[in-house]
């Protein structure tokens, strides 16, 4: 049994029946063990890592109003987004694309926001860009709500010369011309600078190229990220599509020295189809199941990314960064498709909660990942009209998950049975556990069966539950959702019931939810 897939690893089908059979089935019973003798890695915090790309109402809106917008704000960033991001502990976050990256032109966003040129975003519906939000304003934005910065360098239509200037123009403390013109600019101090990628879908929107093309790109460009010895950005290298295990391979084989990371992008489409991807809210049970097997395949991806990365790198130097991930729908109708504007639902928090699951499972090669996007665009934590402010099913698992981060992962093995609907099969209950550092355990409980509550029962090997308690996200239809007439539609709320049992736990789960237990 493969424990590295953790949540996953003891798929058992105790019993299985069509559902119109199952109306009034008792709940099944599940039993998890969770191995707190068996300590894994740590789960870096940068798994609940954010992207935010200029796309649609993603940047402008949604995080920026400018400082005479009368929507509240400080310094141009709306506060209540603030507000929202801070309370969520955002590790990271990345910017300023996706495919924007390839054509952004960072001297574009720096000076006085009046003599800023406007541009044209091509890539996100030919809107024009103000460039209002540049270099400053990204890293101001990241300080304020206690984030570090990853941002992503222009390979398509950009130089290694822009690149390099621009890295100096961040992180320089010198006098050196382009640190001048920083402070000029109104920052004295340089920034700090912990993550800088390679361009964005090398292979796609980041320049079409093949990865024995790329990798060598890579070797150029990576040569001159350079900066002082204290804030040198790690090197992320632009990685595969989905399953495409080549790209990793030759870019390990061929540039596996001058990189510290290599990324990973993996969207969920209900139907798989990108013409027809199937919509947001009002969709039926076959795409919710739909959805879900698709978000699980992120676990087979991982490891075979992993595996071919273990071949190169046995000792795991090089992380993996899952840096854009999430369901993508059909956008939400009436809006401009280009803006991939998007409801947000129960389902997705269940995917939220599935994927996050899985990158705790792999946490030992996985090292940040990035949900796409942080406001207003695809799989958002919070949308926005006007003044007004929702946060998201999704947000509500970040927030829930919270104590996962840099917590220790312990394995957890769950004897489930399946939930079925036509062909389509997955495991009922997915579980996730971890020790923080003061010795409590937290242990989430994903039930992905939209009718059939289950009684878990939690073995803990190596420990002896004292006390616990918890909180759930869950709801009465699949696609609920927090609109800005009932913003708190869905949100989570005690859990009721968990007890301790026998030195484990015993606890009944509702139907399509998320519980995140803390024992003691
Ligand atoms: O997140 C939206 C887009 O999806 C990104 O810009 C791109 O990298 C990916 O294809």
Same mark, same amino acid.
């Given at each position: 049994?493969?424990r590295?897939?953790?949540?996953?690893a003891?798929?058992?089908?105790v019993?299985?029946?069509p559902?119109?059979?199952?109306?009034?089935t008792?709940?099944?019973a599940?039993?998890?063990?969770?191995?707190a003798?068996?300590p894994?890695?740590?789960i870096?915090r940068?798994?609940y890592?954010?992207?935010?790309?200029?796309?649609g109402?993603g940047?402008y809106?949604g995080?920026?109003?400018?400082?005479?917008?009368s929507?509240?704000n400080?310094?141009?960033?709306?506060?209540?987004?603030l507000a929202?991001?801070?309370?969520?502990?955002?590790?990271?976050?990345?910017?300023p694309?996706?495919?924007f990256?390839?054509?952004?032109?960072?001297?574009?966003?720096?000076?006085?926001r009046?003599s800023?040129?406007?541009?044209?975003?091509?890539?996100w519906?030919?809107?024009?860009?103000?460039n209002?939000? /540049?270099?400053?304003?990204?890293l101001?934005?990241a300080?304020?709500?206690?984030?570090?910065?990853?941002?992503n360098?222009? #390979?398509g239509?950009?130089?290694?010369?822009e690149?390099?200037d621009?890295?100096?123009?961040?992180?320089?403390?010198?006098?050196s011309s382009?640190?001048e013109?920083?402070r000029k600019?109104?920052?004295?101090?340089?920034?700090?600078?912990?993550?800088?990628?390679?361009?964005n879908e090398?292979?796609?929107?980041g320049?079409?190229?093949?990865?024995e093309?790329y990798?060598?790109?890579?070797?150029?460009?990576?040569?001159?990220?350079?900066?002082?010895?204290?804030?040198?950005?790690?090197?992320?290298?632009? /990685?595969?599509?989905?399953?495409d295990?080549?790209w990793?391979e030759?870019l390990m084989?061929?540039?596996?020295?001058s990189?510290?990371?290599?990324?990973?992008?993996?969207?969920?489409?209900?139907?798989?189809?990108?013409?027809?991807? /199937?919509?947001g809210?009002?969709?039926?049970?076959a795409d919710?199941?739909?959805?879900?097997?698709?978000t699980?395949?992120m676990?087979g991806?991982?490891a075979?990314?992993?595996?071919?990365?273990?071949?190169y790198?046995?000792?795991?130097?090089?992380g993996l960064?899952?840096?854009e991930?999430g369901?993508?729908y059909?956008?939400?109708?009436?809006?401009?498709?280009?803006?991939?504007?998007?409801?947000n639902?129960l389902?997705?928090? #269940?995917?939220?909660?599935l994927?996050?699951g899985?990158?705790?499972?792999?946490a030992?090669r996985?090292?940040?990942?990035n949900?796409?996007q942080?406001?207003n665009?695809?799989?958002?934590?919070?949308?926005?009209?006007?003044?007004?402010?929702?946060?998201t099913?999704t947000y509500?698992?970040?927030?829930?998950?919270?104590?996962?981060?840099?917590?220790?992962?312990?394995p957890?093995?769950?004897?489930?049975?399946a939930?079925?609907?036509?062909?389509?099969?997955v495991?009922?209950?997915?579980?996730?556990?971890?020790?923080?550092a003061?010795?409590?355990i937290?242990?989430?409980?994903v039930n992905?069966?939209?009718?059939?509550s289950a009684?878990?029962?939690?073995k803990?090997?190596?420990?002896l539950?004292?006390?616990?308690?918890?909180?759930?996200?869950t709801?009465?239809?699949?696609?609920?959702?927090?609109?800005?007439g009932?913003?708190?539609?869905?949100?989570?709320?005690?859990?009721?019931?968990?007890?301790?049992?026998?030195?484990?736990?015993?606890?009944v789960l509702?139907?399509?939810?998320?519980?995140?237990?803390r024992?003691?």
């Amino acid at each position: 049994m493969d424990r590295a897939l953790g949540t996953l690893a003891l798929f058992v089908l105790v019993f299985s029946l069509p559902w119109p059979v199952m109306a009034d089935t008792p709940s099944p019973a599940v039993d998890v063990t969770v191995h707190a003798d068996q300590p894994g890695p740590k789960i870096d915090r940068d798994l609940y890592g954010q992207f935010a790309e200029h796309l649609g109402r993603g940047i402008y809106e949604g995080v920026w109003v400018g400082e005479g917008s009368s929507i509240p704000n400080t310094r141009g960033f709306r506060n209540d987004v603030l507000a929202a991001l801070k309370a969520l502990g955002v590790p990271v976050v990345r910017w300023p694309g996706g495919c924007f990256a390839d054509i952004y032109h960072w001297r574009d966003g720096i000076g006085p926001r009046s003599s800023r040129p406007v541009t044209i975003n091509a890539t996100w519906g030919g809107v024009e860009e103000s460039n209002a939000f /540049g270099t400053h304003e990204f890293l101001d934005f990241a300080e304020l709500i206690g984030a570090r910065a990853y941002i992503n360098g222009n #390979v398509g239509t950009g130089t290694p010369q822009e690149m390099a200037d621009w890295i100096e123009y961040i992180t320089s403390p010198t006098r050196s011309s382009l640190a001048e013109l920083r402070r000029k600019n109104g920052r004295d101090r340089p920034w700090r600078l912990p993550f800088f990628a390679v361009g964005n879908e090398t292979w796609g929107c980041g320049g079409g190229m093949r990865a024995e093309h790329y990798a060598d790109v890579y070797r150029n460009y990576a040569t001159f990220i350079r900066g002082p010895s204290d804030n040198r950005p790690s090197r992320v290298a632009s /990685g595969a599509n989905s399953g495409d295990v080549h790209w990793t391979e030759t870019l390990m084989a061929q540039a596996a020295g001058s990189m510290d990371a290599i990324t990973l992008h993996h969207y969920t489409l209900p139907t798989g189809r990108w013409d027809h991807k /199937g919509p947001g809210r009002g969709f039926g049970e076959a795409d919710w199941i739909a959805t879900l097997q698709g978000t699980l395949q992120m676990d087979g991806l991982i490891a075979k990314h992993a595996a071919v990365m273990d071949t190169y790198d046995p000792g795991k130097r090089v992380g993996l960064f899952v840096d854009e991930w999430g369901t993508w729908y059909d956008a939400t109708p009436g809006t401009n498709t280009a803006f991939l504007e998007q409801p947000n639902t129960l389902r997705d928090a #269940v995917a939220a909660a599935l994927n996050l699951g899985i990158f705790h499972a792999h946490a030992d090669r996985v090292r940040m990942a990035n949900i796409a996007q942080m406001v207003n665009v695809l799989q958002a934590m919070i949308l926005t009209d006007k003044d007004k402010m929702v946060l998201t099913p999704t947000y509500y698992v970040f927030e829930m998950y919270r104590p996962f981060q840099d917590a220790t992962f312990l394995p957890a093995d769950v004897a489930t049975p399946a939930y079925e609907l036509a062909s389509a099969s997955v495991p009922m209950v997915q579980a996730s556990a971890a020790r923080d550092a003061s010795g409590g355990i937290t242990l989430a409980l994903v039930n992905l069966d939209p009718h059939r509550s289950a009684n878990v029962k939690v073995k803990i090997a190596g420990a002896l539950a004292r006390a616990v308690s918890g909180r759930v996200l869950t709801a009465a239809a699949m696609d609920a959702e927090n609109t800005f007439g009932a913003p708190e539609a869905v949100k989570p709320a005690a859990l009721q019931g968990a007890r301790v049992d026998h030195g484990g736990v015993a606890v009944v789960l509702p139907a399509k939810a998320v519980a995140v237990l803390r024992i003691q």
